[in-house]
Nanobody, 132 residues
Framework: QVQLVESGGGSVQAGGSLRLSCVASGYTSSNYQMGWFRQASGKEREGVAVIDPDGSTTYADSAKGRFTITISQDNAKNTLYLQMNSLKSEDTAMYYC????????????????????????WGQGTQVTVSS
């Protein structure tokens, strides 16, 4: 069973930085695309960034140039990161880590960003609040 556990959220002033972490276990990393989503109060969940098993990344327009998604591997656990710089008040949301078994060929990163329903596993979320 895949388990995803996020951490690293918090409160920060506009212009500041945060790094989110997601410890992933119970899966074979080469078979999954990993991603970050967010959901602001009263809004739909939206994709932020995706990384495929080859390390290729895709970003939402709102994240390009400010956010970086990376993944590290350590034995049975992988840790997904989202480095967020130059934060804005509109980045305030609950951030979720997700895993998808869909192949890159059938579901490229940009497609998965647009379709939260295509993701198989989700973490519990970590809150990010950016004050102006």
């Amino acid at each position: 069973q895949v388990q995803l556990v996020e951490s690293g959220g918090g409160s920060v002033q506009a212009g500041g930085s945060l790094r989110l972490s997601c410890v992933a276990s119970g899966y074979t990393s080469s078979n999954y695309q990993m991603g970050w989503f967010r959901q602001a109060s009263g809004k739909e969940r939206e994709g932020v960034a995706v990384i495929d098993p080859d390390g290729s990344t895709t970003y939402a327009d709102s994240a390009k140039g400010r956010f970086t998604i990376t993944i590290s591997q350590d034995n049975a656990k992988n840790t997904l990161y989202l480095q967020m710089n130059s934060l804005k008040s509109e980045d305030t949301a609950m951030y979720y880590c997700a895993a998808s078994r869909r192949s890159t060929r059938n579901s490229p990163g940009w497609w998965l960003l647009l379709h939260p329903n295509l993701w198989d596993y989700w973490g519990q979320g970590t809150q990010v609040t950016v004050s102006s």
